[in-house]
Each structure stands twice: as structure tokens, then as C-alpha cells.
């Protein structure tokens, strides 16, 4: 029985060393900075509600369809050093579609997203790993201080969307440059 056990094993580690060969090495980079800012998000703090209108469903009834865009502001105060770039980072999550839209996490409402949008109306594409990529736009700090316009909107890529409510959130870090 013995003689019979041994072989198994060494074939059994053997196929089980195959399985964890290594094809290669991730290197990550990164950097941290002491730049600090008192952040104020819609005139709440770092935590904050943008609340969109209640619309009609008939709005988004056609693919593509947009409507109830919010305008909302980070306000960025207090900036040590008080000079410099930065933008906001919209970190992906499970909330973040392939599209860069949100979902409607934990709403009712079907076949609607929320666009985020910097002020000036280009969309943010919050699926992308970067700032760049991302379009979310870079401000210069002035007195230690900038506004960071954007807008939320409903969308409904597909159309037809159903009644309902819509919720959803996103983490946002700050980025200096």
C-alpha cells in the first residue's frame, strides 16, 4: 500500500507545483504626498448628498437619453502647500459600469446610470485608472484654495427606463500635482 501511496503523492505535487508557476511580476508605483486641504463637497463636507430631480420616466424612454443634470461643487480651502494642481479622482468600484457611468446601486429604478460631468459639461469617465484618463478636470490652487465644479445627470443608455428610485455612490480622492 505504501509503495502505491508514494508515487501518488510525487505526481500530486508535482501537478500542484505546475499550477503556481509565475508567468511574470506586477510592479506598482505610487506616491503620497502631505498636501492637505479642508474639503467641502456641496456645502456639506467630505461626505455629501447631490440630490437629483424627481423626472418622468417618459425622459429617458429613448436609448441614450439624458435629463435632471446637477450642478455640484469640492470645495477645496486651507491647502497646505497652498499652490500647485489638483484634480479629483473618482475611484472605481462595484458601482462603476464598463460605460463609466454608476449604477443604480441599491434603487429601484431599471435601465437608468448616473453620469458624473465636469462643469463644463465633458463627461468623467470613472471606470479609467487615472485623473487623465478619467477627463476629470485639473484646477491651479490659488490662495490655498479652488473650486471643482461638476454635474450629476441621469442617463439611460438603453432607454426605457422604469420608475423608481435612484441611488448610488462613488469614492472620490484628492489628487495633487
Known amino acids: ?7 501518488a503523492l510525487i505526481i ?7 499550477a503556481f508557476a ?3 511580476t506586477i510592479t506598482i508605483n505610487g506616491a503620497l504626498t502631505a498636501q492637505t486641504c ?7 463636507g467630505s461626505d455629501f448628498t447631490v440630490t437629483l430631480p424627481t423626472i418622468s420616466t417618459a425622459t429617458l424612454a429613448t436609448p441614450n437619453s439624458i435629463a ?13 502647500p497652498a499652490t500647485g494642481n489638483v484634480a479629483t479622482y473618482f475611484e472605481y468600484g462595484a458601482n462603476t459600469l464598463a460605460d463609466g457611468n454608476l449604477k443604480n446601486a441599491t434603487g429601484s429604478a431599471t435601465s437608468v446610470e448616473v453620469q458624473l460631468l465636469n462643469g463644463d459639461m465633458s463627461p468623467i469617465d470613472v471606470s479609467k485608472g487615472s485623473t487623465t484618463l478619467q477627463n476629470s478636470a485639473v484646477k491651479f490652487l490659488a490662495s490655498g484654495g479652488a473650486t471643482l465644479p461638476y454635474v450629476a445627470r441621469y442617463t439611460s443608455p438603453l432607454g426605457n427606463a422604469t420608475a423608481g428610485d435612484v441611488k448610488t455612490t462613488v469614492t472620490y480622492s484628492m489628487t495633487y500635482q
Open 68 to 80: 435632471g443634470a446637477v450642478p455640484f461643487s469640492i470645495v477645496l480651502s486651507a491647502c497646505t
Open 12 to 18: 500530486g505535487m508535482g501537478l500542484s507545483a505546475g
Open 1 to 7: 500500500m505504501m509503495k502505491k501511496l508514494i508515487p
Open 22 to 24: 509565475s508567468d511574470g
Open 38 to 44: 479642508t474639503i467641502v463637497g456641496n456645502n456639506q
